[in-house]
Each structure stands twice: as C-alpha cells, then as structure tokens.
C-alpha cells in the first residue's frame, strides 16, 4: 500500500496553520527543520506547561487530504496545512495505520507513526463547528479522532508535494493508535 504527498508546510511561530512549502527538510529525531514544533522535548504549548522534559512524539503532524472533502460536505473549506500539519497525504488510511508504521518519503524521509493527534478548541476557533467534524463517536460509543497522526523523524531527508510514501507494518501484534 502506497500513497502520495499533497502538500509540506511549516511554521518558525506558534500559529495554528501552517503555510505550504515547496519543501520541508525532515532532521532526524528532531523533525521539520524550523518548524516550532521541532525538537526531542515537547514544544506543543500545553504538553511544555505539563511537563516540558516529555520525548516529542509529535515532530511531525499528518494529515489525509480525504479529511478536506469529508468535511466539505458538511460545509467546511479546508485547505493544506490550515489544520497546522506538516505533510498531507492522498491515499492511505492514515487513522487506520498501528503503532510503529513506518513511512517512507521524499529522498530518504523515514517517520515512525507514534500516535493519533489530539484535536483542540483551536480547531474551533479556525471554524466554528469543525471540530464535532473532526472528534466524534463511533456507533459503540467509542472516541474517534480524525484530525490526522503524530510521528517522529527517524532519518532525515527532503519531501516534497507529489513524493510517493511506502509504508513498512511493525512485526507482531499491532498496536491500534492512540492520541500522543
């Protein structure tokens, strides 16, 4: 199972959305280079407040570009990176993916999915109402979050829009994701 790259974005400010890149520069076990969320310790506000000495799962932010449509139909305009992630991608279940996926990007990018990402009233802000579109509940009840996966960078490398992912499952039981 493959997919493609639509978009790179990042930001050197904390903002919410992230401007489109022509290409991002993945640094390994750091992230996008000068994106603010780079680093080995957190640098998502609330997660600093809480304890900033914490590994950052969250180096780089993914998101489907299916998301966008989804959303459309209820009456959302979603565009890259406006969700602040750093790469959306066209083609692979993303939510779908275990704990440990591997992706392989651009000229020699290799993430490590580590967790679902856990949306906030900053999506609300944006658009009033869009969060209920990306956080709900499945028929039994269940917490489904949609607004895409955290990863982190385990080797370096350039990505650009139109770069094909490949994806390596973890070996053994999978671990379903989680928000990190």
Same mark, same amino acid.
């Given at each position: 199972?493959?997919? =493609?790259?639509?978009?790179?974005?990042? #930001?050197?400010e904390y903002s919410f @959305?992230?401007?489109n890149r022509d290409s991002v520069r993945l640094l390994a076990g750091l992230g996008v280079e000068g994106d603010v969320h780079a680093g080995v310790t957190v640098k998502h506000r609330s997660r600093v407040?809480?304890?900033?000495?914490?590994?950052n799962l969250r180096q780089v932010h993914l998101i489907h570009e299916? &998301?966008?449509a989804?959303?459309?139909?209820?009456?959302?305009?979603?565009?890259?990176?406006?969700?602040?992630? #750093?790469v959306t991608t =066209?083609?692979?279940?993303? &939510?779908? &993916?275990?704990?440990? @996926?591997?992706?392989?990007?651009?000229?020699?990018?290799?993430?490590?999915?580590?967790?679902?990402r856990n949306p906030c009233l900053q999506i609300? #802000?944006?658009?009033?109402? &869009?969060?209920?579109?990306?956080?709900? =509940?499945?028929e039994a009840g269940n917490i489904v =979050?949609?607004?895409?996966?955290?990863?982190?960078?385990r080797e370096g490398g350039v990505v650009r829009p139109g770069d094909t992912i490949e994806m390596e499952l973890p070996s053994g039981p999978h671990r379903p994701l989680d928000r990190v």
């Open positions: 199972m493959s997919g =493609r790259v639509t978009t790179v974005s990042s #930001n050197g @959305t992230k401007p407040a809480q304890d900033p000495t914490r590994p299916e &998301l966008f989804e959303v459309g139909e209820e009456g959302f305009k979603v565009t890259p990176g406006e969700l602040g992630e #750093n =066209r083609g692979i279940d993303l &939510l779908g &993916l275990p704990v440990g @996926t591997l992706l392989y990007m651009g000229d020699s990018a290799v993430l490590e999915v580590t967790g679902l609300d #802000n944006f658009q009033d109402g &869009l969060l209920k579109q990306v956080v709900g =509940r499945d =979050r949609k607004a895409g996966i955290m990863s982190i960078v």
